[in-house]
């Protein structure tokens, strides 16, 4: 099966400092893949590249065979990223945001499936207020929900699950599971929650000095549980020997 998302030889620096280095990774539709991995490995600067929020020196990025220099259109009609909270207009309703996004995406109006995960993730008494009066968590679901809204291909997330009360965390990490079980898309996130990253993903992928240091399919995740150990246990071992070989 050909990768939806296809990434080869990325490289960026930043002050002189390498941030990626030559770093490939492929993903398929129908793949949950979590970036894990230490402060300052790379893992928001390779999901700002994929939402072309950065520009890398070199190296290549494509989804579904398109690349955002050549076919800016279509590479962004495949792409899902939630939208930062302090980006949001303030003047703007959640309702009203979603519904430019709708049109940005030539759908006709806010998809039924994005209002019914509105009221799962608790937003409902929100949708018609300013942003500006919202509450923070009420601006991430909105900005979470607008980055999801007519299900793309490809969902890509920063930390999604931070700030969002364990319900809504729950409905959102429920919601990315079916859909990815389903093969409507696949979603890469990055997160510091190994925990939630163990139970959820299909690929565990571990970013150091921004090389993939190690990889973990759903398969050896599982293994690591029945033998005892944790994707955490899994991850300092993996850092200790690329340390030990430095």
């Known amino acids: 099966m050909t990768a939806l998302l296809q990434i080869e030889q990325l490289s960026v620096a930043r002050g002189g400092s390498p941030v990626l280095s030559e770093l490939c990774l492929d993903i398929r539709c129908g793949e949950f893949v979590g970036l894990i991995g230490p402060n300052g490995a790379g893992k928001t600067s390779l999901l700002r590249i994929i939402s072309t929020h950065l520009r890398a020196d070199s190296g290549d990025c494509r989804i579904s065979g398109y690349r955002e220099a050549d076919s800016p259109l279509a590479y962004r009609r495949l792409l899902g990223a939630a939208l930062a909270v302090d980006e949001l207009p303030s003047d703007l309703s959640p309702r009203q945001l979603l519904q430019l996004v709708a049109a940005g995406r030539e759908l ?4 039924e499936e994005t209002l019914e995960l509105a009221d799962r993730l608790g937003l409902q008494p929100w949708l018609d207020r300013a942003l500006g009066n919202c509450s923070l968590g009420a601006r991430q679901k909105t900005g979470l929900l607008a980055g999801m809204l007519g299900r ?3 969902l890509i997330f920063d930390e999604p699950f931070n700030g969002l009360d364990p319900l809504a965390a ?3 990490k429920s919601v990315l599971a079916q859909w990815t079980r389903e093969g409507s898309c696949a979603v890469l996130l990055a997160t510091h929650g190994l925990e939630v990253a163990e139970r959820l993903l299909d690929r565990a992928v571990l970013l150091i000095h921004g090389h993939i240091a190690d990889q973990w399919t759903r398969e050896q995740l599982a293994a690591l549980r029945q033998s005892g150990s944790d ?4 991850m300092v071992d993996s850092m200790r020997r690329r340390l030990r070989s430095s």
């Open 231 to 234: 994707l955490e246990q899994a």
């Open 108 to 111: 006709p109006a806010v998809p």
């Open 170 to 172: 729950y409905e959102l």
């Open 152 to 154: 793309p291909p490809l």
